[in-house]
């Protein structure tokens, strides 16, 4: 632990390296992206809940941390929407800079914006996982009726219905919910952290 | 360390107490709060050293790394330094959740401003830090030649010279760099975080 060592500074301020060796792991922002109901933010707590028995330190950013407090006095226009995912990137930025895994699970549609996401970090900070699952499973699955309400025409614009969902190209890990289990879902994404040399 | 205990999950979630526990310590926003040149970013570097060398995983928001990325859309208006708070504010809130103690050294003039970040955040997690000093001593250090230029007319609404400061109430801590060295002040502080039980 570095805490042991006896460190000279120089003027210096603790940097991200110093923090990975705090933490003996390093970091990066985890961006699930997805339809609604495809398990981006059930595959996300259960990551984070295996990451935390595994010693790892994260931070889960979500609808309910996020719309309620930094960006509460955002709507839904498209401006607000770009907005909206900026400031969540930039967090997630700050956050990998203090040493944690940023796990964010918004459905973030847009190849753009994520990739705006990705400009930000450093190489090999940004991955992203493609959480795969049809718009038939997810209608199905529906777990906030949300759908319904589409399919109604109460709510215009939902990604998948009447809006556009662009899947990633390239991203760095993909699980397909169709076929994958929750606990397959996440040993996916735990063993790229390890191949990758994220964890020890 | 928590990864060696069989943690029994039930369907919560990882929560800013597990992560306490996992980092044997607890976590707070260290709001520093003073004129230019008081000395909150000099004293806030060397407290961040100090806890990183004692084990303690913090993380230091600053213009530096605020106005650059999440706040670089805000201006010097004061709907925009009313909002550049709220968004360090709601920050600190997040990683203070994470397990972290924030390090926020921002000039911070208006009581109600750092209020409504102390309303944020849980009871006992704001510990504001009103670095004093006059401003004759802060004018005398002028790091960045600020107070020259707003005595020259150049800059306008420059705080302590034609814009108010409003000194903390009743700051949980204050340090006095007219008369304590660094190293006081930052010995003030951990002294604190120890007698509050806040560090193990």
Redesign the interface.
Known sequence: ???SKN?V?HDS??TKE??HE??NHKSAVIWFTGLSGSGKSTIS?EL??EL????V?????DGD?IRH??NK?LGFSPEDRK?NIR?IG??S???V????FTLSAFISPYREDRNEVRE?MEDGEFIEVFVDASVATCESRDPKGLYKKARAGEIKGFTGIDAPYEAPINPEVTVDTDQQSLEESVETIVKYLKAKGYLA
Do not use: C, D, S
Not at 57 to 61: A, G, I, P, S
Not at 97 to 100: I, S, Y
């Open positions: 632990m570095a805490q460190i500074w301020k603790v110093h923090r705090l933490n707590v984070e809940k935390y028995n595994q010693g330190r994260t931070y889960r950013l941390n407090g930094l006095n907005e400031r930039e967090v930025k700050l956050m800079e203090a040493g944690l930000l």
